[in-house]
C-alpha cells in the first residue's frame, strides 16, 4: 500500500503518523527499508512532523557504509508503510449508499475512545499520578515537607540562577531554594 509520494505533505503526514509508535520502517532495528524510504523522502521534513523528522535525522546519522550493511532487501517504495489495517484518512471520504464489505474493520480514528480504553487509560493516569505524589514530596521535619526536583541544565543555555528565581515567584507556595548537587558537564 506504500505511503505515497513522500515528496507531498499528505504522504508526509502518513509517514509521521506510522512512525508514532516505532523506530525504523521495518523491525526495530535500521533495514534496507529504511534507506528506501529515506531516499524517497529526499529532505528533513518540517519541524511539525516531529516522528518523521526524528527518524530521518537518526537515518542520517549513518554513514554510507553503515546503510549498506542494513539487513534485507531493499524492494519498491510502495512495499513500505501503511501495513497495519488502520489507515490515516487525511480527506474527508465521500458518502456512498453502497454496503460495506463484511470484512471491513469501522474504525474511527478521530472519534470517541471505547469506555474500557478510557477508563483504562484514567487508572493508568491516576496510578502515575499516586507514584509520583508519593516520591516528590520529602519529609523534613514534623508536618514540614520539602519538595525535591531533580533537573538536568545546560549551563550555557539556562543558568541556574534564573530558575531559582523563577520558582521564588511562587512566594505563596514556596520559602526557599536550595540546590543539592551541582556539576557541570
Given amino acids: ?6 515528496q507531498t505533505r499528505d ?5 509521521n503518523t506510522f512512525l508514532a509508535d516505532k523506530s525504523y520502517i521495518q523491525g526495530y532495528y535500521p533495514t534496507q527499508g529504511d534507506i528506501a524510504v529515506f531516499e524517497a523522502v529526499k529532505q528533513p521534513p518540517s519541524a511539525d512532523l516531529e516522528h518523521a523528522l ?10 554510507d557504509v553503515e546503510k549498506q550493511k542494513f539487513q534485507g532487501e531493499s524492494q519498491s517504495i510502495e512495499n513500505y508503510g501503511q501495513d ?8 474527508t471520504p ?3 449508499s453502497e454496503k460495506k464489505p463484511a470484512d471491513d474493520d469501522d474504525i474511527d480514528l478521530f472519534g470517541d475512545e471505547d469506555e474500557e480504553e478510557s477508563e483504562q487509560t484514567r487508572q493508568r493516569l491516576a496510578a502515575y499520578a499516586e507514584k509520583k505524589s508519593k516520591t516528590q514530596l520529602v519529609p523534613l521535619a514534623f508536618t514540614i515537607k520539602k519538595l525535591q526536583i531533580t533537573c538536568v541544565v545546560e549551563d550555557d543555555k539556562v543558568g541556574t540562577d534564573m530558575i531559582e528565581e523563577r520558582i ?3 512566594e505563596d507556595h514556596v520559602q526557599s531554594v536550595d540546590i543539592f548537587s551541582f556539576r557541570k558537564i
Wanted: glycine share 6%; aromatic share 12%.
Fill in 94 to 96: 465521500a458518502v456512498s
Fill in 54 to 63: 526524528r527518524w530521518y535525522t537518526h537515518i542520517a546519522s549513518f554513514s
Fill in 168 to 170: 521564588m515567584e511562587l
Fill in 1 to 6: 500500500m506504500g505511503f505515497g509520494d513522500l
Fill in 11 to 15: 504522504a508526509l503526514l502518513l509517514l
Fill in 84 to 91: 497495519s489495517q488502520v489507515k490515516h484518512e487525511l480527506k
